[in-house]
């Protein structure tokens, strides 16, 4: 059993806390606004919660899991209150502006991402289980303390998410092509569907709407805030896939205005094919 403590009490911290708790952890959470602590003890996520980072005295490891934009003011604002040897790790979707900060700040720190969320927010939306089978990345530099990477793997562990490691960069890199571009793309889909200008054909069309449509276009009806965030803090990545879709986009629509159907199946089926190699 491992003294843990969560601050930011959201969709993240929230699950994370529930799924310890489950595991037998002793949770003690931390947030901004009183009434978020008292739904989140009353929600079982936590044992314990204040709004004040006094209580995460004395404790083996602790989440940070504010928005993006509040990690390193609220790590600021906590770090003083730590026992020397208290693990600290963050949830951040995005590691490169946030790690080298970090672990300046706090010897014992190890960068972490779980690869899991849902299109809500805030402590309401946090349920059991979010980080099963999902990937948890770690991202670890030579300055990393080697315990306190293996203190994060274990409740990685715990948690039954699927380790793995990369590099900040790496991670921005990787993140960009599979969450950053995707939310873009996905409220480009629905940015455009809302500016058809012939009325009842905009009405058909969400009438006539069903599971392909709510595929695509569910993570760019997501959390806007995250998405600001993401493409804030991991801008030259995020550009970098966008002028390659773009790219590619124009090249299938080259194809389509030409009737070049031969090459439009072409390109159709090599996405296909490498769908089925990442989704086997
Ligand atoms: P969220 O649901 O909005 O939760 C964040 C919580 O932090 C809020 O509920 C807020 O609670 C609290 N908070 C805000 N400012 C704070 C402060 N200064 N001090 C302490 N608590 C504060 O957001 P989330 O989706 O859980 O995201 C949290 C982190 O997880 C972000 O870094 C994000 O990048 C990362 N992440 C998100 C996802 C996802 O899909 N959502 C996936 C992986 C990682 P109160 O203000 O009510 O106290």
Known sequence: MLRIGIVGLGLI??????????????????????????RAIAKGAVDWGSTDPKVLSALDLVFLCPPIGSVLSVALDIVPHLSKDTV??????????????????????????????????????????????????LT?????????????????NDLEAKLLYATPADHDRAVAWISHLPVIVSATLLLANAQEVDEPIRTLSQRLASSGFYDT?????????????????NRAALRHCLIQYRATLDHLLRQIEQEDWEGLQANLSAAQNYRQTIYP
Not at 20 to 36: C, D, F, I, N, Q
Not at 143 to 156: G, L
Not at 222 to 233: D, I, Q, S, T
């Open 217 to 233: 276009s569910r993570v760019g009806g997501g959390n806007p805030e995250l998405g600001r965030m993401m493409a804030e803090y």
């Open 140 to 156: 670890p530099t030579l300055h990393t303390d080697s315990e306190a990477i293996d203190r994060v793997a274990q409740i990685i």
């Open 13 to 38: 911290g929230g699950s994370l806390g529930i799924d310890l708790r489950a595991k037998g952890h002793y949770v003690v959470g931390v947030s901004r606004r009183a009434e978020t602590c008292e």
């Open 88 to 137: 600290l790790t963050d949830v951040a979707s995005v590691k490169e502006e946030i790690v080298p900060a970090l672990e300046k700040l706090w010897p014992q720190y190890v960068g972490g991402h779980p690869m899991a969320g849902t299109a809500e927010a805030g402590i309401e939306a946090a349920r059991s289980q979010l980080f099963v089978n999902a990937p948890y990345v």
